[in-house]
């Protein structure tokens, strides 16, 4: 069984965090958003990757090479970002006939990956939301079969969203669709949706059925992202009774968070819902609800709400911020 992870967007709502960092490689709750969607998919039994790159990718692949070097992968390049439905179309060499499993990189998903692997149809993932208008939305028949599929449609008929993970058994009509797909126009963005083809297999006659997943965190948007750490970090704690005993004498940490090791915290308050990245000092801070990344240094700051890249200095603030890698700021 394959698992094809398109990571090749730009993360641009996630600027300036993501100019030098792929937004699948932001850590969350002791995790990267990669990890966590990798460790999901070889627990249930999925043995070979396909990783389509392309902005900041060598990152991505050292990354690969480093935390699973034992992983059978194949990196396909998206030198041209054309949408989703062009990055699965270029891994169709390295998929071949193999049935696959499509997860978006940018999505942690809560769901039965086995029951779906084992189920005797395609399957979309899917969740009710209250605005549907800026996703692909699937309309759903009484016993979860999936009757259409509509890109982000100005007048939705379900409010049904897809969430980003599809298991495709039919392989070689998945390619052909996207085949005759990119051989259309694009949209205004100059994207090819997968959704348009997942609609042609279906006018075809191929059969999907929904799977609804229990929780949906897409973590491409700044809000987005915390929230999913919060609530990861929160599991983590009830799954492992209680937190690490982080030992930090002049400093008190609220859980749940979850700190890498290498750093140093003193004179400061920590958590909750706070992630700190390896090797990272802070001292005398206050720092609630935020994302901080490895090799970063905090001094006299109050942050809550934020996310701090890796190798960042920020002294002096009391604010909620967004802060890209290599950053310097002094406010004091």
């Not at 050292?62 to 935390?67: G, V």
């Not at 973590?219 to 609530?231: P, Q």
């Given at each position: 069984?394959?698992?094809?992870?398109?990571?090749?967007?730009?993360?641009?709502?996630?600027?300036?965090?993501?100019?030098?960092?792929?937004?699948?490689?932001?850590?969350?709750?002791?995790?990267?958003?990669?990890?966590?969607?990798?460790?999901?998919?070889?627990?249930?039994?999925?043995?070979?990757?396909?990783?389509?790159?392309?902005?900041?990718?060598?990152k991505?692949?050292?990354?690969?090479?480093k935390?699973?070097?034992d992983?059978?992968?194949?990196l396909?390049?998206?030198?041209?970002?054309?949408?989703?439905?062009?990055a699965?179309?270029l891994?169709?060499?390295?998929?071949?006939?193999?049935?696959?499993?499509?997860?978006?990189?940018?999505?942690?998903?809560?769901?039965n990956?086995?029951?779906?692997?084992?189920?005797?149809?395609?399957?979309?993932?899917?969740?009710?939301?209250?605005?549907?208008r800026g996703?692909?939305?699937?309309?759903?028949?009484?016993?979860?079969?999936?009757?259409?599929?509509?890109?982000?449609p100005?007048?939705?008929?379900?409010?049904?969203?897809?969430?980003?993970?599809?298991?495709?058994?039919?392989?070689?009509?998945?390619?052909?669709?996207?085949?005759?797909?990119?051989?259309?126009?694009?949209?205004?963005?100059?994207e090819?949706?997968?959704?348009?083809?997942?609609?042609?297999?279906?006018e075809q006659?191929i059969?999907?059925?929904?799977?609804?997943?229990?929780?949906?965190?897409?973590?491409?948007?700044?809000?987005?992202?915390?929230?999913?750490?919060?609530i990861?970090?929160?599991?983590?704690?009830d799954?492992?009774?209680g937190?690490?005993?982080?030992?930090?004498?002049?400093?008190?940490?609220?859980p749940?968070?979850?700190?890498?090791?290498?750093?140093n915290i003193?004179?400061?308050?920590?958590?909750?819902?706070?992630?700190i990245g390896?090797?990272?000092?802070?001292?005398?801070?206050i720092?609630?609800?935020?994302i901080?990344?490895?090799?970063?240094?905090?001094?006299?700051?109050?942050?809550?709400?934020?996310?701090?890249?890796?190798?960042?200095f920020?002294?002096?603030?009391?604010?909620?911020?967004?802060?890209?890698?290599?950053?310097?700021?002094?406010?004091?």
């Amino acid at each position: 069984m394959k698992a094809i992870i398109p990571v090749a967007g730009a993360g641009t709502k996630l600027r300036p965090l993501t100019y030098t960092q792929p937004k699948a490689l932001i850590p969350i709750a002791g995790k990267t958003i990669l990890s966590v969607i990798i460790d999901q998919l070889k627990d249930a039994g999925v043995d070979e990757f396909v990783f389509v790159i392309g902005y900041l990718g060598e990152k991505i692949q050292r990354y690969l090479s480093k935390s699973y070097p034992d992983l059978k992968y194949t990196l396909v390049n998206q030198t041209d970002r054309r949408g989703t439905g062009h990055a699965i179309w270029l891994t169709r060499n390295a998929v071949q006939n193999d049935e696959v499993m499509i997860v978006l990189g940018d999505t942690i998903c809560d769901y039965n990956v086995t029951s779906v692997l084992n189920s005797g149809t395609s399957m979309i993932g899917v969740r009710k939301v209250d605005d549907p208008r800026g996703f692909g939305v699937a309309e759903l028949g009484d016993k979860d079969n999936v009757l259409k599929v509509v890109e982000k449609p100005l007048i939705p008929k379900s409010n049904m969203a897809m969430v980003g993970v599809y298991y495709i058994k039919e392989t070689d009509a998945l390619f052909s669709a996207l085949d005759k797909h990119l051989s259309s126009r694009a949209d205004e963005e100059g994207e090819y949706h997968l959704t348009n083809a997942l609609q042609y297999m279906i006018e075809q006659g191929i059969s999907f059925n929904a799977f609804r997943v229990n929780n949906w965190f897409d973590c491409g948007k700044k809000e987005s992202l915390l929230s999913t750490n919060a609530i990861l970090l929160k599991e983590k704690s009830d799954y492992t009774e209680g937190q690490p005993s982080y030992q930090y004498d002049t400093s008190v940490i609220i859980p749940p968070v979850s700190i890498a090791e290498g750093c140093n915290i003193s004179h400061s308050i920590i958590g909750p819902n706070v992630t700190i990245g390896e090797n990272t000092t802070i001292q005398s801070s206050i720092i609630k609800d935020t994302i901080i990344g490895s090799f970063a240094e905090l001094d006299e700051v109050v942050l809550h709400s934020s996310i701090i890249g890796s190798d960042a200095f920020v002294r002096g603030l009391s604010q909620s911020l967004n802060i890209g890698d290599n950053t310097e700021i002094d406010l004091g």
